[in-house]
């Protein structure tokens, strides 16, 4: 089934030179794509309640001259749903591992970006001996380290108590998300994207979105409303960069400016005024120049040897 399939023709994406599975500690199925064949790599973990889609337009910059590697969070897309108790920070950092085993020979050196639920889980891997060996440098995209509903602006309410709650409620309701109309996008956008969004945009979030299973939605939310990597943030010491928009309603820059002062190597914080929570996606251009930067300054590129990484189709 094409990525085009799954999306319902949101997003053209281009196909895979290789798609396989990386199996995690657990024994859950990661559906991972490595585009590209050459160059540098760059690891690429969505967020929550989104898939590889959500990283197209990085593909297609960087799949020219670097080899990519993308895979579905277990849940999401096309990793099926873990067992119960297999949601947690540290299956994230197991799959993250367990990805990296696939996809890149022994000592091999690659930029490791996270969006959201994906930057808190290499936050989560940073003291990982697979990250340790493999990570020359990170990108983390709209994340935080904790306080993720206390500091939520989705709700219109004045921080405290009851706008925690609410907002919890809210975030983990397991109501089906329903189809992609347009209520549906104007609720999705208010959330999660920035004011100017192009509509085109704001359409391929939302099916991304309204793709992810009810359950997998639902169960990570309350990973989430209770996350605290912030001891292992000061484990991610490798040179990382922090990209936040001053629109994001789910994860303000408040975060983004506490884990820029808690990096122990922090190359930059950059903040894009009237971008949203989706910044891959809103402002993809910016997130792509912050890889392809990480990578010429970070990644010495050795000759290719044939890769002996086979997985299950």
Same mark, same amino acid.
């Given at each position: 089934?094409?990525?085009?399939?799954?999306?319902?023709?949101?997003?053209?994406?281009?196909?895979?030179?290789?798609?396989?599975?990386?199996?995690?500690?657990?024994?859950?199925?990661?559906?991972?794509?490595?585009?590209?064949?050459?160059?540098?790599?760059?690891?690429?973990?969505?967020?929550?309640?989104?898939?590889?889609?959500?990283?197209?337009?990085?593909?297609?910059?960087?799949?020219?001259?670097?080899?990519?590697?993308?895979?579905?969070?277990?849940?999401?897309?096309?990793?099926?749903?873990?067992?119960?108790?297999?949601?947690?920070?540290?299956?994230?950092?197991?799959?993250?591992?367990?990805?990296?085993?696939?996809?890149?020979?022994?000592?091999?050196?690659?930029?490791?970006?996270?969006?959201?639920?994906?930057?808190? $889980?290499?936050?989560?891997?940073? /003291?990982?001996? =697979? *990250?340790?060996?493999? !990570?020359?440098?990170?990108?983390? &995209?709209? @994340? +935080?380290?904790?306080?993720?509903?206390?500091?939520?602006?989705?709700?219109?309410?004045?921080?405290?108590?009851?706008?925690?709650?609410?907002?919890?409620?809210?975030?983990?309701?397991?109501?089906?998300?329903?189809?992609?109309?347009?209520?549906?996008?104007?609720?999705?956008?208010?959330? $999660?994207?920035?004011?100017?969004? /192009?509509?085109? =945009? *704001?359409?391929?979030? !939302?099916?991304?979105?309204?793709? &992810?299973? @009810? +359950?997998?939605?639902?169960?990570?939310?309350?990973?989430?409303?209770?996350?605290?990597?912030?001891?292992?943030?000061?484990?991610?010491?490798?040179?990382?960069?922090?990209?936040?928009?001053?629109?994001?309603?789910?994860?303000?820059?408040?975060?983004?400016?506490?884990?820029?002062?808690?990096?122990?190597?922090?190359?930059?914080?950059?903040?894009?005024?009237?971008?949203?929570?989706?910044?891959?996606?809103?402002?993809?251009?910016?997130?792509?120049?912050?890889?392809?930067?990480?990578?010429?300054?970070?990644?010495?590129?050795?000759?290719?040897?044939?890769?002996?990484?086979?997985?299950?189709?």
């Amino acid at each position: 089934m094409s990525r085009v399939t799954r999306a319902r023709g949101a997003i053209a994406a281009r196909p895979a030179e290789r798609e396989l599975t990386a199996v995690s500690a657990d024994g859950a199925r990661l559906h991972v794509e490595v585009h590209g064949t050459g160059g540098p790599a760059v690891v690429l973990a969505h967020g929550w309640t989104c898939s590889t889609l959500f990283w197209d337009a990085q593909v297609r910059d960087l799949a020219v001259d670097h080899r990519v590697v993308v895979y579905d969070q277990r849940g999401h897309g096309r990793s099926p749903a873990p067992g119960p108790g297999g949601c947690s920070t540290e299956a994230l950092a197991d799959d993250l591992e367990a990805v990296l085993a696939a996809t890149l020979e022994p000592g091999e050196k690659a930029v490791l970006g996270g969006h959201s639920m994906g930057g808190m $889980t290499l936050m989560a891997a940073g /003291a990982r001996p =697979r *990250v340790r060996e493999h !990570a020359a440098a990170a990108l983390l &995209c709209s @994340t +935080g380290a904790s306080r993720l509903v206390a500091e939520s602006l989705v709700l219109p309410l004045r921080p405290g108590a009851l706008r925690t709650r609410l907002t919890t409620a809210v975030l983990g309701a397991a109501a089906p998300l329903g189809p992609v109309n347009a209520v549906s996008r104007a609720v999705l956008k208010y959330a $999660t994207m920035g004011p100017g969004s /192009a509509p085109d =945009r *704001v359409d391929a979030c !939302a099916r991304i979105v309204h793709a &992810c299973p @009810t +359950g997998a939605r639902v169960a990570w939310s309350h990973v989430l409303a209770e996350l605290d990597v912030e001891e292992r943030v000061r484990e991610l010491r490798v040179p990382t960069a922090v990209i936040a928009g001053t629109a994001d309603r789910l994860t303000p820059p408040v975060h983004a400016r506490a884990l820029a002062l808690a990096l122990p190597d922090c190359t930059g914080l950059t903040e894009l005024t009237g971008v949203g929570h989706m910044t891959p996606v809103e402002a993809p251009e910016a997130v792509t120049a912050a890889l392809r930067a990480l990578v010429d300054t970070y990644v010495r590129v050795v000759e290719p040897r044939q890769s002996t990484k086979e997985g299950a189709a």
